[in-house]
T-cell receptor
Framework: KNEVEQSPQNLTAQEGEFITINCSYSVGISALHWLQQHPGGGIVSLFMLSSGKKKHGRLIATINIQEKHSSLHITASHPRDSAVYICAVRGSGGSNYKLTFGKGTLLTVNP | DAMVIQNPRYQVTQFGKPVTLSCSQTLNHNVMYWYQQKSSQAPKLLFHYYDKDFNNEADTPDNFQSRRPNTSFCFLDIRSPGLGDAAMYLC??????????????FGPGTRLTVT
């Protein structure tokens, strides 16, 4: 079982819809990252969270440390949001330099 | 403003011909990472430098080496590329101090093709 589980694996939405992508993890963490990767492209860091909630434009990320769960929300989705969204956690203790990645959620937003 | 720069963006090399990928950063971060990402897979950490200290992952093949001549630059050397080494190679940086977790910043990646 992967230490970081994302759902759904694939998500198709119509422009303007509210999007939620979920991430659950089973290990102790010092931080959780949400990353965006366009097909064939590099990775862009969207958020790093260790508690609570962060907002940037139409993107909102929340984390519940007790439940080991995080969500990424996209409001008023747009076709340019189409990408793979990756949840990655940074371990605690001696291995806290490493990121453990989820398998990603492929989001397609249709006009 | 580019913060983590990777060159080249696309690299084609022949089977067995050594190749070097380059990463530079303008963030003055003390930690630099190299990841390998194959198609439809999550990135896999190959190694990282914490300041000048090199940290190799246990399952990174000996074929992969790295150099960090100064804070700003880090190189990935593949001594004898095989067809299985074709992948996207991602460089990332972070500013780490003991007890503090900082965000990783990724470069745009170098896509390596082995013919």
């Amino acid at each position: 079982k992967n230490e970081v589980e994302q759902s759904p694996q694939n998500l198709t939405a119509q422009e303007g819809e509210f999007i939620t992508i979920n991430c659950s993890y089973s290990v102790g963490i010092s931080a959780l990252h949400w990353l965006q990767q366009h097909p064939g492209g590099g990775i862009v860091s969207l958020f790093m969270l260790s508690s609570g909630k962060k907002k940037h434009g139409r993107l909102i990320a929340t984390i519940n440390i007790q439940e080991k769960h995080s969500s990424l929300h996209i409001t008023a989705s747009h076709p340019r949001d189409s990408a793979v969204y990756i949840c990655a956690v940074r371990g605690s203790g001696g291995s806290n330099y490493k990121l453990t990645f989820g398998k990603g959620t492929l989001l397609t937003v249709n006009p | 403003d580019a913060m983590v720069i990777q060159n080249p963006r696309y690299q084609v090399t022949q089977f067995g011909k050594p190749v070097t990928l380059s990463c530079s950063q303008t963030l003055n971060h003390n930690v630099m990472y190299w990841y390998q990402q194959k198609s439809s897979q999550a990135p896999k950490l190959l190694f990282h430098y914490y300041d000048k200290d090199f940290n190799n992952e246990a399952d990174t093949p000996d074929n992969f080496q790295s150099r960090r001549p100064n804070t700003s630059f880090c190189f990935l050397d593949i001594r004898s590329p095989g067809l299985g080494d074709a992948a996207m190679y991602l460089c990332a940086t972070s500013r780490d101090r003991a007890g503090f977790t900082y965000e990783q910043y990724f470069g745009p990646g170098t896509r390596l093709t082995v013919t």
